[in-house]
């Protein structure tokens, strides 16, 4: 796969209450990614990025919702979310300065 696509596939990781809890139940990390990443594309970037191995790889397509502001009508950007497992001891620490 090409190293400067594995960059831009993962936009942003997700840091909500939801999320801290799937991650302290289950090993997993939620991450915003683009709408077009496939699941190896988004293994190989969280490995690659973080440097820690991936078990599986879940993702959510997530519908933008309609919104109103006044007499206008807006709509919310659609969104792409992959769930990644880690393997067994691994970890990712966001808090961390990356060198």
Not at 6 to 30: C, D, G, R, Y
Not at 65 to 75: I, L, P, S, Y
């Amino acid at each position: 796969m090409n190293q400067d696509r594995l960059m831009q596939v993962i936009l942003a990781p997700i840091v909500s209450e939801k999320s801290t809890f799937i991650a302290e139940k289950n090993e997993h990390v939620a991450f915003r990614v683009v709408p077009t990443a496939t699941k190896p594309e988004i293994k190989a970037a969280v490995e690659l990025l973080f440097k820690v191995e991936v078990d599986a790889v879940r993702v959510l397509n997530r519908k933008g919702k309609t919104k109103r502001a006044g007499k206008r009508m807006g709509k919310r950007s659609n969104t792409r979310i992959a769930y990644v497992a880690l393997k067994q001891g691994q970890e990712i620490h966001f808090d961390e300065e990356v060198k």
